[in-house]
């Protein structure tokens, strides 16, 4: 597509349609063999709809259109009506996504430590920022009545609808994508021959990336079916879809082919609201491959504390549990003492028996009592160290605060169905909070009547059997 071309489609985004159909023609012909998802991701075009205002009149306040003409990959385009009087954003442009979300190789940590979080006498990490304590202040305690009533009528408490002054503007997925950010310690598994040293920078992966991985701020939860395509520079790919709904489920895939790994997962998100608490816990297996190789991990418990009364703490407790089958080897970490709340302590053992990756009781069939009573001639590794410093097998350093969690960054054409379509998200990004509020009441109400009919069809479908 040359410049004229692309001029021409920003402008008049009725032509849409037929630049689609010739630049993709073209582009087959030219190009023979199209045989990957790379090789024809590029042809989507979503980088260059509704980037102008609908009536050509750009006063640069954000919108493409006013009244029931929605953007043109809205979710809900054929439910919007007039009377909604509804503002349509626009899409972002491929100038904002370089200065916004593509700018940094890594993730900016010291910002996250330094203005922040602070590190508590118990070793918690204590919210400080005054803007997110201000923006959650008086929201939070609504949140709980609320949660306390879905959780006395038996709901699961991530389905809750929420204030948007309460949300950051990013998807849960994007969330996802920036968590597992540890690569360099899957390009240090890559280089490994033996199953425990292949094993150890897999664990110190997992454990790495929750220092990079701190975000107190709540994300947008996904709609059914919506996605996410990004990539770091070390060259992994990520990509996420939300599968279901109720319970939450996402699918992620990481992958790097020039160090031969990948990381997948089907993870359900599961909130408990305690008395001034939130849990999160990510229920599934993730799947690590370094060149052929195959290990199973779970993730411990996130802690968000002081909900009510109190300050802000955030830290991880419970275990992670490990399962490397074709070399009959399995670990456990232990996260948090009554002191020390980001240390962590663990082992690596010979696994004596074969398990099933498809329990549902996994973690404890691999180690019934927490670790306590495994066999002393077993223990062939100990795990030491601190989240937020240091993970150390037999006291020797597999990854420390050096290490560079890699920022997430976007793709300039994705799929129709990416989070970066949906209109609450983009107008809190543009800071316009009633109109994302509006639009998030909206989208909800639509969801909801679209779930009703998917259980309608389903127990139409159940009589027929």
Not at 33 to 50: K, P, V, Y
Not at 55 to 82: C, E, F, Q, R
Not at 398 to 415: A, C, E, H, I, P
């Amino acid at each position: 597509m040359n410049k004229a071309e692309v001029k021409t489609l920003t402008k008049e985004n009725t032509l849409v349609t037929e630049m689609i159909k010739k630049h993709t023609i073209r582009s087959f012909s030219e190009k023979k063999s199209m045989n990957t998802f790379e090789d024809i991701g590029g042809f989507a075009l979503t980088r260059f709809i509704a980037l102008t205002k609908i009536d050509g009149k750009d006063n640069g306040d954000h919108s493409y259109s006013h009244g029931a003409t929605t953007s043109p990959l809205s979710l809900i385009k054929s439910n919007v009506k007039a009377t909604d009087k509804l503002v349509s954003p626009l899409y972002l442009s491929e100038e904002y996504i370089k200065t916004h979300y593509n700018i940094h190789k890594y993730i900016q940590t010291e910002k996250i430590y330094k203005q922040i979080f602070a590190l508590n006498k118990n070793h918690e990490l204590v919210l400080q920022d005054k803007k997110i304590i201000e923006k959650q202040t008086g929201i939070l305690k609504d949140v709980i009545k609320q949660a306390g009533i879905m959780i006395f009528t038996g709901q699961n408490v991530v389905r809750m609808s929420l204030p948007i002054k309460i949300f950051q503007p990013k998807s849960h997925l994007e969330r996802l994508g920036s968590t597992l950010t540890n690569l360099n310690s899957l390009k240090l598994a890559s280089e490994q021959k033996e199953p425990i040293e292949i094993m150890k920078p897999c664990i110190s992966y997992l454990i790495g990336s929750l220092y990079y991985a701190l975000d107190i701020q709540k994300p947008f939860n996904p709609f059914l079916g919506e996605t996410i395509q990004g990539y770091y520079e070390d060259g992994t790919s990520y990509y996420a879809e939300h599968l279901l709904h109720d319970p939450p489920i996402d699918a992620i895939l990481f992958e790097n082919k020039k160090y031969n790994f990948k990381v997948y997962g089907n993870l359900e998100t599961v909130a408990k609201i305690g008395t001034n608490e939130i849990k999160i816990q990510f229920d599934g297996l993730i799947t690590i491959e370094v060149n052929g190789e195959t290990i199973y991990f779970t993730f411990p418990t996130i802690i968000n504390g002081g909900l009510i009364f109190g300050k802000r703490r955030f830290s991880f407790n419970n275990q992670m549990v490990v399962y490397y089958p074709s070399k009959d080897l399995k670990a456990i970490i232990h996260f948090g003492t009554e002191d020390k709340k980001d240390i962590i302590k663990g082992e690596i053992y010979r696994a004596r028996e074969k398990y099933n990756i498809m329990d549902k009781d996994l973690q404890s069939k691999l180690f019934p009592k927490n670790g306590k009573k495994e066999n002393k001639e077993d223990s062939l590794s100990l795990i030491s160290g601190s989240w937020i410093n240091n993970i150390q097998f037999d006291n020797k350093v597999y990854w420390d605060t050096s290490f560079k969690g890699f920022s997430l960054k976007m793709n300039l054409d994705v799929l129709p169905s990416d989070w970066r379509f949906r209109e609450d998200l983009l107008w809190l990004l543009y800071e316009n909070v009633t109109y994302a509020q509006s639009w998030k009441t909206k989208l909800e109400d639509v969801q909801r009547e679209y779930r009703k009919k998917r259980t309608d069809h389903l127990k139409i479908l159940s009589k027929k059997k």
